[in-house]
């Protein structure tokens, strides 16, 4: 797990504004006054969950019309990821927004991706409001999720036993604008309840090399291509048959 500083802030903001932009107008406001004020005190609103959970899905929707999220988060942290997975990168193709209220309790329970998704992927979590205190993520390393994964397959009738386990040792990571926490996907993460009185905004995303095994989530369904290398480049056109 490492917390990761932006290398691209225009990248970053880019995502912010369209995010903003977006969420204004699917309510029929105008795109006006502080974006980070309209985030952090959005449970103001009132929506109910229903609402919420419409309103995300049409944002998300239109989020995606007019922006290629991915490939802005790409950009905005390029350096770190490259270093990670190297030339030749898949990224999800839609981006999962989360928009987490306080005192919602519907929050991310303990899990991992890795599996059903490939141990190959990384996850980039990439708050849009400063995450602080219970609005940040706990994510364990690697020796103990595997502790927390040898619990629960020891006694899968007690799931207590796992969650004492890790809440015991969870620390929420707090993730200011401007970074992002990357982690691996086979590491035991969750997200408290969010007491801080601000709404918390983040996406979360994930990258793999493009030859890296695949897990249930495959290409070219949830994974699309957003850097080749100009060896494989070579070798695609290569390979490709003479007209
Ligand atoms: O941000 C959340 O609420 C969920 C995060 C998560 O589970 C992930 O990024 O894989
Ligand atoms: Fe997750």
């Given amino acids: 797990m490492m917390l990761v500083p932006v290398t691209d802030q225009e990248s970053l903001d880019r995502v912010r504004v369209t995010v903003v932009a977006a969420a204004r107008a699917e309510l029929g406001l105008a795109d006006e006054g502080d974006p980070v004020a309209f985030m952090n005190d959005f449970h103001r609103r009132g929506l109910s969950a229903v609402e919420m959970n419409s309103f995300r899905l049409a944002l998300i929707r239109r ?3 007019e922006a290629d999220i991915g490939r802005l988060i790409w950009q905005a942290f390029r350096d770190p990821l ?22 919602d309790g519907n929050n991310a329970p303990i899990h991992r991706d890795a599996p ?7 996850v980039v979590w990439v708050p849009l409001v400063d995450c602080f205190g219970t609005k ?10 595997r502790e927390g994964m ?9 799931p207590e036993r796992i969650e004492n386990f890790v809440w015991d040792r969870f620390q929420p990571i ?5 970074s ?30 493009t030859f890296a095994p695949y897990g249930t989530k495959g290409y070219p369904e949830y ?4 850097e080749m290398s100009p060896l494989t480049e070579l070798a695609y056109d290569w390979q490709r048959p003479k007209k």
Avoid at 153 to 158: C, F, I, L, R, V
Avoid at 223 to 226: E, G, H, R, W
Wanted: glycine share 6%; net charge negative; proline share 9%.
């Fill in 223 to 226: 994974f699309k291509i957003l």
């Fill in 82 to 103: 490259t270093c990670i997975i190297g030339p030749d990168v898949v990224v999800q193709k839609s981006a999962n927004l989360v928009i987490h209220l306080p005192e």
């Fill in 180 to 209: 992002a926490v990357m982690f691996w996907a086979g590491l035991l993460h969750a997200v408290p309840t969010n007491t801080e009185g601000q709404t918390r905004w983040s996406f979360n995303i994930r990258y793999k090399n």
């Fill in 116 to 122: 059903p998704n490939s141990p190959f992927e990384v």
């Fill in 150 to 158: 040898d619990l629960l397959q020891a006694s899968p009738e007690t």
């Fill in 174 to 178: 707090p993730v200011p604008y401007g």
């Fill in 63 to 65: 989020i995606n019309d």
């Fill in 136 to 145: 940040g993520m706990c994510i364990l390393d690697k020796n103990q999720s």
